[in-house]
T-cell receptor, first 114, second 113 residues
Framework: AQRVTQPEKLLSVFKGAPVELKCNYSYSGSPELFWYVQYSRQRLQLLLRHISRESIKGFTADLNKGETSFHLKKPFAQEEDSAMYYC????????????????FGQGTILTVHP | DSGVTQTPKHLITATGQRVTLRCSPRSGDLSVYWYQQSLDQGLQFLIQYYNGEERAKGNILERFSAQQFPDLHSELNLSSLELGDSALYFCASNVGRTADTQYFGPGTRLTVL
C-alpha cells in the first residue's frame, strides 16, 4: 500500500525566511515523488519531481530513501509562494514503468507574511 | 485553451440522483485520471483510463463508473448520490507513458443536498 504523510496542515513564515514543508512516504517498491502546488484560484500544477533533480522557483527537494522523506525546501520564502502544497507518490514497477496514479498527502497551506 | 477542461464547474443535486462529469484531456494525451477531493479524505485517486481502456482503479465506489470515448474525452458517472459524495472532482491527463507529469483540470464542485 502507498501512503503519503504531510504532518503540517498549516505553515506560516515571514518573507525572506527559510521554509521546509515535510513529506514522508510509505511504499514497498521504488517510489517516484512529486510536489504539486495550487495557488489561489488556479488549478493544481506540478512544482517539481525527484527524478528531474531541478530547482523550480527556488524550491528543491531531495528524496531520502533511508528516512522515506521528500521534504520541500526554499532558503528565502517570497509572498508569492503562499499556496497549498501537495506531496504525491507514484509507484515504479519492473522495467521502470510508472503505475501512473498518484497518492497524495493531505496538503500543507503555506502562508508567507510580508 | 489546450489544457484539461472539465464541465460543469458546479453541480448541485439531491440525494439519490445521478450525475455525469465530463473531462477533455490535453491535446495528444492518452491517459485520463479522476480524483476526488473532500475535506476529510483529501485528494484520492479514483480511476485511470488509457486510450479507451481502464488501466488502474483506486477506492472508487461501485455507484461510480467512468469511461473514455474514442475522442479520448472521459465521463465520470455518479449514481445514487449521498451527502458524502459532495466534493471537488478533478480530472488530470498525460501522455500515459512512464511517470509523466499529470496536468489537472479546474475541477467540478459537486454539492449533494
Amino acid at each position: 500500500a502507498q501512503r503519503v504523510t504531510q504532518p503540517e496542515k498549516l505553515l506560516s513564515v515571514f518573507k525572506g525566511a527559510p521554509v521546509e514543508l515535510k513529506c514522508n512516504y510509505s511504499y514497498s517498491g521504488s517510489p517516484e515523488l512529486f510536489w504539486y502546488v495550487q495557488y489561489s484560484r488556479q488549478r493544481l500544477q506540478l512544482l517539481l519531481r525527484h527524478i528531474s533533480r531541478e530547482s523550480i522557483k527556488g524550491f528543491t527537494a531531495d528524496l531520502n530513501k533511508g528516512e522515506t522523506s521528500f521534504h520541500l525546501k526554499k532558503p528565502f520564502a517570497q509572498e508569492e509562494d503562499s499556496a497549498m502544497y501537495y506531496c504525491a507518490l507514484s509507484g515504479i514497477g519492473a522495467g521502470g514503468t510508472s503505475y501512473g496514479k498518484l497518492t497524495f498527502g493531505q496538503g500543507t497551506i503555506l502562508t508567507v507574511h510580508p | 485553451d489546450s489544457g484539461v477542461t472539465q464541465t460543469p464547474k458546479h453541480l448541485i443535486t439531491a440525494t439519490g440522483q445521478r450525475v455525469t462529469l465530463r473531462c477533455s484531456p490535453r491535446s495528444g494525451d492518452l491517459s485520463v485520471y479522476w480524483y476526488q477531493q473532500s475535506l476529510d479524505q483529501g485528494l484520492q485517486f479514483l480511476i485511470q483510463y488509457y486510450n479507451g481502456e481502464e488501466r488502474a482503479k483506486g477506492n472508487i465506489l461501485e455507484r461510480f463508473s467512468a469511461q473514455q470515448f474514442p475522442d479520448l474525452h472521459s465521463e465520470l458517472n455518479l449514481s445514487s448520490l449521498e451527502l458524502g459524495d459532495s466534493a471537488l472532482y478533478f480530472c488530470a491527463s498525460n501522455v500515459g507513458r512512464t511517470a509523466d507529469t499529470q496536468y489537472f483540470g479546474p475541477g467540478t464542485r459537486l454539492t449533494v443536498l
